[in-house]
């Protein structure tokens, strides 16, 4: 399977926007790029998800780059209840198993 | 409205002891996951159904059952927990199997004593 990689932490402040990185430098080209968020004793949530062309929905943006080595989830505008574990996720478009192998993640702090 | 419920939300249970834990979806979808999550670690997938097709990750213990009696329920059988199983139990539901996005219950927090 091909693996992420994305920073343990990072921190934002209120307001502003948040630029979360992860690299994938092994994806294949039928893999999409699903990013997941898990808030304090929750389940994860979907949050978006791409292939190739940047995606935009009323939570996030994911900018994916042109050889889709590494990609980016923006938020726009950071709040309190944005603080969580955020994880991005490889997933082949076919197969037998709708897998969703997640990582470590990246640990955001929203600070007031 | 909750979609994806899981009961109950917190549970205790003996070493040994069998266990079950539930979940039910309003979402109608067609395939249904159990992931654990142990403390400070990422969710990992145990197995999953599509319909009524039951699909096991190779490194599932045995110990770990489920069962499907409709669209709408699933359950995660533990037949003998131990304390290494002690973890945070989450349901997921998605309409197919490809590239969907899924829906995840609160989980269960399971306690093995």
């Known amino acids: 399977d091909a693996k992420t990689t994305q920073p343990n932490s990072m921190e934002s402040n209120e307001e502003e926007p948040v630029h979360l990185p992860c690299n994938h430098s092994t994806i294949s080209g039928t893999d999409y790029i699903h990013w997941y968020r898990q808030l304090p004793s929750q389940g994860p949530e979907y949050v978006i998800h791409?292939?190739?062309s940047n995606v935009n929905n009323r939570m996030a943006s994911l900018a994916i780059a042109e050889d889709r080595k590494s990609s980016t989830l923006i938020l726009h505008r950071a709040t309190l209840r944005d603080a969580a574990v955020y994880y991005c996720i490889l997933s082949p478009r076919s197969g037998s198993a709708r897998q969703l192998t997640f990582g470590s993640g990246t640990q955001l702090t929203v600070l007031p | 409205d909750a979609m994806v419920i899981q009961n109950p939300r917190y549970q205790v249970t003996q070493f040994g002891k069998p266990v079950t834990l539930s979940c039910s979806q309003t979402l109608n979808h067609n395939v249904m996951y159990w992931y654990q999550q142990k403390s400070s670690q990422a969710p990992k997938l145990l197995f999953h159904?599509?319909?009524?097709?039951?699909?096991n990750e190779a490194d599932t213990p045995d110990n770990f059952q489920s069962r499907r009696p409709n669209t709408s329920f699933c359950f995660l059988d533990i037949r003998s927990p131990g304390l290494g199983d002690a973890a945070m139990y989450l349901c997921?539901?998605?309409?197919?199997?490809?590239?969907?996005?899924?829906?995840f219950g609160p989980g269960t927090r399971l306690t093995v004593t």
């Open positions: 791409g292939l190739t």
């Open positions: 997921a539901t998605s309409r197919v199997i490809g590239p969907s996005e899924q829906y």
């Open positions: 159904y599509y319909d009524k097709d039951f699909n």
